[in-house]
């Protein structure tokens, strides 16, 4: 069994609060789940114009992890109204240590 997580830090733009910025980041999570992975906002969530996404999934063959992942970020720096300034893809397998 792999786990992969993807770690995405976006800039949100004309964004004034953080109402404004959950209206922008809850379709962005809705569209990434239809990948059928789990996403959630997981950091900076009392700056209103910086998120940080969280994506993981899990599958039997390392590849198939790597490539959702990878999928996942492309649609997430394919959004027109923010900037993605970072982004983190790690696997765990059976290989690793506790």
């Known amino acids: 069994m792999y786990v992969g997580a993807l770690e995405c830090d976006v800039l949100l733009g004309d964004v004034r609060s953080l109402k404004q910025k959950r209206s922008a980041v809850r379709p962005l999570l809705a569209e990434l789940r239809r990948f059928e992975v789990a996403a959630a906002e997981a950091g900076h969530q009392d700056l209103y114009r910086r998120a940080l996404i969280g994506v993981s999934c899990v599958s039997a063959d390392a590849g198939h992890v790597q490539a959702l992942l990878e999928r996942c970020e492309r649609l997430v720096a394919a959004r027109p109204e923010l900037e993605l300034l ?10 690793d240590e506790d």
């Open 86 to 95: 970072s982004a983190r893809i790690r696997l765990f397998g059976p290989d």
